[in-house]
């Protein structure tokens, strides 16, 4: 492998060029080489914009000399095919969450990892790398402040197009909480719920807005997070750890106090590309520096597999009104190094 990393990346749309600018602009250590998009067009205007080589075929780009490690930034349903050849070519693969819709799909990428007999596959659960949701996984690892018993979270967009509808309030937004609570936890869920609240008048035809999701863990600790994702005015992340000798929360990004016009105040992010791009720098840098070192240290295909069977299991809690509880297969003995990471 050559001292800079090279990079293919699948899916050339904004998230995708968004990595590609990151790599190549404010990262060390690795270089995006090729790209490919189905769009051919836009692809070379990827192509062209960050200077490397277009592939029609994103296949034939993770298999070509061109690339040591693949990005997968296509639209979910193609995530699978694109992460399973690069296992197949025994190459290290980051794929956007989810990595699959489905929980089957991801238990086949799940069992072709391991028939590879080496770990390649991470997920892009970026609130992994957030400073302040770090600060909170340290404080509560330790059980600094005792045992943690609930969690009241919330997961608030400014506003969402018609083409987003009431399932991707779990399977799009309230993914990442279903990720980063239980590795903040460190432990695994035993049931999920879905509530609505009084509709906004801003959800769409086919959306329910806001909607609560209730988790339990095998513990005992009961959660809750809101998503509302047509608030209208603010992108607004909240995590609330209720201790047995504290209260804790997530931190706010630090922005300057500004005092005019007779209020006082700070602003905050309306978008959730600016919230965690601090998140996503640290994410994509030690991934770079885990694959140069010949290793995968962030969120696997196995955690890929957990976030779609909870997801799963919350969207029948919400489609039938019923508690659900969680059932999934066994962790294989392949992760059981990756716990509490
Ligand atoms: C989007 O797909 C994301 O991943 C964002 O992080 C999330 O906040 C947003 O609600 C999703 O639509």
């Not at 957030?130 to 909170?136: F, M, N, S």
């Not at 990720?179 to 509530?195: F, G, I, K």
């Not at 009961?222 to 992340?237: K, L, Q, S, W």
Request: hydrophobic fraction near 40%; aromatic fraction near 8%.
């Amino acid at each position: 492998m050559s001292t800079e990393l090279k990079i293919g990346v699948v899916g050339t749309g904004a998230i995708g060029r968004t990595h590609m600018e990151r790599i190549n602009e404010r990262l060390k250590g690795a270089k995006v080489t090729a790209c490919s998009d189905a769009n051919e067009d836009f692809g070379r205007s990827a192509a062209e914009k960050y200077g490397c080589k277009f592939y029609a075929d994103g296949e034939a780009m993770i298999a070509s000399d061109h690339v040591d490690a693949v990005v997968v930034t296509t639209l979910d349903p193609y995530h699978e095919q694109y992460v399973m050849a690069a296992v197949k070519a025994g190459k290290y693969v980051f794929c956007e969450k989810p990595l699959a819709p489905e929980p089957e799909a991801c238990r086949r990428i799940v069992d072709a990892e391991i028939a590879g007999g080496k770990k390649l596959v991470q997920v892009g659960f970026m609130r992994r790398y957030d400073p302040g949701y770090r600060q909170l996984k340290e404080v509560i690892h330790n059980r600094t402040y005792g045992e943690p018993l609930m969690l009241h979270c919330a997961h608030r967009n400014a506003s969402v197009d018609e083409s987003y509808t009431t399932p991707m309030a779990v399977e799009n937004s309230m993914i990442h909480e279903i990720d980063v609570l239980r590795w903040l936890l460190d432990e695994e869920y035993d049931t999920a719920e879905v509530v609505f609240a009084k509709n906004t008048k801003r959800a769409h035809k086919n959306l329910m807005d806001p909607q609560i999701m209730i988790l339990t863990t095998k513990s005992g600790v009961r959660i809750d997070v809101e998503a509302f994702v047509n608030t209208g005015h603010c992108y607004d992340i909240k995590c609330e750890v209720c201790c047995e000798d504290a209260i804790l929360n997530l931190p706010e990004p630090a922005s300057i106090q500004v005092c005019a016009d007779a209020h006082r105040g700070h602003a905050i992010d309306s978008d959730w590309s600016t919230r965690f791009v601090e998140a996503y720098n640290i994410e994509f840098q030690e991934w770079i520096n885990g694959v140069k070192a010949g290793r995968v240290d962030g969120p696997t295909a196995w955690d890929g597999y957990v976030g779609q069977v909870t997801a799963a299991a919350a969207s029948k809690a919400r489609d039938t009104q019923t508690v659900v509880k969680i059932e999934m297969d066994e962790m294989p003995e392949f992760y059981r190094q990756d716990i509490g990471r």
